[in-house]
């Protein structure tokens, strides 16, 4: 039998030999404009009601106890969708690795025969770039360009509103194939801070497969974000995961950083995974990386994680890079992970390469 209180959060709820996708081996020396970053994201809602469902739904959630063996978080933020209106991002994650949801999908409220209604959706961009999305609810001026054919609608609830929030079911059974299921039912109930979850699976005769206990609810109280959010004056916006290792680079240090590199559109660009390779570099990196890349190092520890935002004149320019098929003035996403630093031996020390470049640290030829 599947673990029903996960199944119920699960229903609901740079570079090697071509260096960074080529991306960081064909450096460009970003120009230095006059730089006026993006705006947040600034929805208008349909009426008051939807909007005051929106505001008691949207921020941090917290699983007050376990669920498969992990306490769950989530995130609930306003987020864009071209051809939908009143849309919501939703992320969760496993609290022990808040970098790597497992669950990232849109809910969007509307009126049906005058009630409202909260309509799931499931992404359908493929999995290459669904990474491009992860930690995205902290960073609502550069989301992701989607629209509706980007998604597929899995479920609705209808909503009565209350005082303190609201409570909703599905008005009917829906089609699953989870745990033997053949379709399903849903209900939530928010009252204040405190937010359940209940999913019911039923079988081909009728009977509850899974779900029939009162421990298949889950339930949330609202929390703080599971990851910090930097927004730098020049544009760049660096999300941090954690956890916090022993070492952060100094100059010199040989750094090994595992990356996926996104445009907004969804198109992953390069990733050291699928080579399975991380970029070595000395810090700071200089010539051998754009600037943003640079930015984004300072601080970041040993076996920690980080998303690193990087505005158009941080990365390429006006250029852009088209080996790489990074568009002029593109923004690029990078998820990266410092997989280990070896600390320099001559911190201070400088050493010049055969074509007369000079980089800190001691000789890595």
Do not use: C
């Not at 209180?5 to 450096?27: I, K, Y």
């Not at 889950?218 to 599971?226: A, D, G, L, T």
């Amino acid at each position: 039998m599947p673990n029903v209180r996960l199944l119920s959060t699960a229903m609901f709820a740079l570079a090697m030999a071509t260096g960074l996708a080529t991306a960081q081996g064909e450096m460009a020396q970003p120009e230095t404009p006059q730089f006026e970053p993006p705006a947040q994201y600034a929805p208008s809602w349909s009426d008051e009601e939807i909007a005051r469902a929106v505001e008691m739904l949207s921020g941090a959630w917290t699983s007050s106890n376990e669920v498969g063996g992990s306490t769950i978080q989530m995130m609930v933020t306003p987020a864009p969708v071209s051809g939908l209106s009143d849309t919501l991002y939703v992320e969760a994650v496993r609290a022990e690795i808040p970098w790597d949801p497992f669950r990232r999908a849109f809910f969007q409220l509307y009126r049906y025969k005058g009630d409202i209604r909260l309509r799931t959706y499931e992404l359908a961009t493929g999995s290459a770039s669904l990474g491009l999305f992860d930690g995205m609810w902290g960073a609502s001026e550069y989301f992701p360009e989607i629209s509706r054919d980007d998604l597929i609608a899995t479920l609705d609830v209808e909503l009565s509103m209350s005082a303190n929030g609201f409570t909703g079911s599905t008005p009917y059974p829906y089609p699953t194939g989870v745990g033997g299921a053949v379709e399903m039912t849903s209900s939530v109930t928010l009252d204040g801070d405190t937010l359940s979850v209940a999913d019911r699976g039923y079988g081909a005769d009728g009977s509850v497969v899974w779900g029939a206990d009162s421990d298949s609810t889950v339930e949330y109280k609202r929390s703080k974000p599971y990851a910090e959010v930097n927004r730098r004056p020049d544009g760049m916006i660096v999300i941090d995961y954690g956890p916090q290792g022993d070492l952060v680079p100094q100059d010199g240090d040989e750094l090994h950083v595992h990356y996926d590199g996104f445009l907004t559109d969804g198109t992953r660009f390069d990733s050291s995974y699928t080579r399975d390779t991380a970029f070595v570099f000395q810090y700071p990196p200089g010539t051998r990386a754009i600037t943003g890349w640079g930015i984004g190092m300072e601080g970041f520890s040993s076996g920690s994680h980080r998303k690193l935002i990087i505005p158009g004149y941080l990365g390429y320019g006006e250029r852009g890079n088209p080996r790489a098929a990074i568009p002029g003035d593109a923004t690029l996403v990078f998820n990266v992970w410092m997989a280990h630093i070896n600390r320099s031996e001559n911190p201070g020390m400088t050493h010049t390469h055969e074509d007369g470049t000079v980089h800190e640290g001691a000789s890595h030829d």
